[in-house]
């Protein structure tokens, strides 16, 4: 299995903020790398797949990169809404695994 | 657009099944290019994946090592929906459970959660 490690687990951050988390896999491959974006109590939410790619409706704030065996999420300008915790998933090999996750929390 | 509407009993005790359903509108569970995917949450797992099901010609189904003993993930085309089981359930099992269409293999919606908490 791939085991995909973020970090930081948790980050203190202000609104305006450029933010960074990185996730590292145990394997390398390609770009098969998807973010998610998640909120207590609910689901969560696709931001980023093939390492780079924008889903459609996330704010252009956003932006993913790397390949190999680090990738990076960014957000170019913290907004109030962006505080939650972060997801990177690979979809390389099955089974899909996701990392630990990274907490965004108000400075 | 698509949605994904969970339904099921969020308790359950020890050694029985666990059973949910996803009712998916917008989008088919026959669909050539879609997978339909049972994914857990809980503080000591993180989000592990489960398994999914899926249509190419034929129905195929994959599943995690974790769970490939005791699971089983089906779709019913009469009602465009898909479940899972899992079976012989320990209090380890106890998770926020979702279900999420994988296009194919990230996932673009989630239904809304089930908390399913096994009793011992």
């Known amino acids: 299995d791939i085991q995909m490690t973020q970090s930081p687990s948790t980050l203190s951050a202000s609104v305006g903020d450029r933010v960074t988390i990185t996730c590292r896999a145990s394997q390398s491959f390609s770009t098969w790398l998807a973010w998610y974006q998640q909120k207590p109590g609910k689901a969560p939410k696709l931001l980023i797949y093939?390492?780079?790619s924008l889903e459609s409706g996330v704010p252009s704030r956003f932006s993913g990169s790397g390949s190999g065996t680090e990738f990076t999420l960014t957000i170019s300008s913290l907004q109030p809404d962006d505080f939650a915790t972060y997801y990177c998933q690979q979809y390389n090999s099955y089974p899909l695994t996701f990392g630990g996750g990274t907490k965004v929390e108000i400075k | 657009q698509v949605q994904l509407q969970q339904s099921g009993p969020g308790l359950v005790k020890a050694s029985q099944t666990l059973s949910l359903t996803c009712a998916i509108s917008?989008?088919?569970?026959?669909?050539?290019?879609?997978?339909w995917n049972w994914i857990r949450q809980s503080p000591s797992r993180g989000l592990e994946w489960l398994g999914r099901?899926?249509?190419?010609?034929?129905?195929?189904?994959d599943y995690s090592v974790s769970v490939k003993s005791r699971i089983s993930i089906n779709p019913d085309t009469s009602k465009n929906q898909f479940s899972l089981q899992l079976n012989s359930v320990t209090p380890e099992d106890t998770a926020v459970y979702y279900c999420?269409?994988?296009?194919?293999?990230?996932?673009?919606?989630w239904g809304q959660g089930t908390l399913v908490t096994v009793s011992s």
């Open positions: 099901t899926y249509y190419r010609s034929k129905w195929y189904d």
């Open positions: 999420a269409r994988g296009t194919p293999d990230h996932f673009d919606y």
């Open positions: 917008g989008d088919s569970v026959s669909s050539n290019s879609a997978a």
């Open positions: 093939k390492a780079s």
